[in-house]
């Protein structure tokens, strides 16, 4: 990748890791996820990764009909490019997963790239009391918990949401292997490029947030998929915004939002997913580049378009 293109950047406002206790400023209603959304696109992300929550109790929440009544808000009042997580929660099976961008058919969803421990049990020590009786068992049981992603179940989802819908994707690599596999399914013919690889940084049971396993991810994914790709890079919690700025350095695309680090520095809380795109966007810019518009995003990533999504 050149170092003259603009940078995307994606915002993930809310996720199925962080839960409610952590921080108030988490959104979890269908109104609070919309006005995260819009804020964000109005500070320069040009991509929108999005969960849905149970509005009681900020569960993760698999159902279609909670995202839709989020989805078009923010089309409406952003052309930002809206990706829906085929993530979940962790636990859910493979078809709840899906069931939100199969029945909202957007541009954009995202596709975990292998199988993997999901250790998110550490953070349950930080707390002693809770606002919701599911947090701390839903932290806890990670200790003994495979997220999975098969080869069978990548093939659904491309085959479910890709051939189907016309879905692109957000192909998310937590290790070297994951890189593998997503070629695997590029010489199967079932990914053309140019594909949208999220090297992921900082989850337990992942590849660790040390720099040399940035350069080394990005230098087999060079060997594997030329200028066939786009990259971006996120990573969990303090490693937040050097890996960004590092990822934006080498010609990457970047990644934040309340999904990946609930703070905007040290033991500061941040108060919106606008505060961290304004804050990565104005590193970008110091930096000499530019940051991509939802119009070269679509053109890059080839993107059906936002008058073709199911909302």
């Not at 929660?89 to 069931?99: H, K, P, T």
């Not at 140019?194 to 990005?218: E, K, R, T, W």
């Amino acid at each position: 990748m050149t170092m003259t293109k603009s940078v995307i950047i994606t915002c993930a406002v809310t996720g199925g890791i962080h839960t409610p206790t952590m921080s108030p400023y988490l959104p979890i209603t269908p109104a609070q996820i919309s006005e995260a959304a819009i804020g964000a696109a109005e500070a320069g992300a040009s991509v929108i990764h999005l969960h849905a929550r149970d509005p009681e109790t900020g569960k993760p929440d698999f159902r279609p009909e909670t995202f839709m009544q989020f989805l078009p808000v923010i089309k409406q009042a952003s052309d930002a490019v809206i990706n829906v997580s085929t993530g979940g929660g962790l636990g859910m099976s493979i078809e709840e997963r899906l069931a939100a961008a199969q029945r909202a058919e957007p541009e954009m969803a995202s596709l975990n790239m292998g199988s993997m421990n999901f250790g998110i049990f550490p953070m349950a020590k930080k707390y002693s009391e809770w606002q919701h009786d599911w947090e701390q068992p839903f932290l806890e049981m990670t200790r003994d918990f495979i997220f999975p992603n098969t080869f069978r179940t990548i093939e659904y989802a491309l085959r479910e949401l890709g051939e189907t819908h016309g879905t692109r994707f957000e192909f998310e690599c937590y290790d070297l292997g994951h890189l593998y596999n997503l070629a695997y399914f590029v010489d199967q013919g079932l990914i053309e490029p140019p594909f949208f690889v999220q090297m992921i940084y900082g989850i337990l049971g992942g590849v660790g947030a040390d720099p040399d396993n940035l350069m080394h991810m990005h230098t087999i994914a060079q060997k594997l998929f030329g200028n066939d790709y786009e990259w971006s890079v996120l990573a969990a919690g303090r490693h937040q915004m050097r890996f960004c700025t590092q990822a934006a350095m080498l010609g990457g695309n970047v990644r934040v939002g309340l999904e990946d680090s609930l703070y905007i520095g040290k033991g500061d809380l941040a108060k919106s997913n606008a505060e961290q795109v304004g804050k990565i966007r104005t590193i970008i810019e110091a930096l000499g580049l530019q940051v991509a518009t939802p119009a070269e995003a679509r053109a890059r990533l080839a993107l059906k378009g936002g008058d073709r999504v199911g909302f």
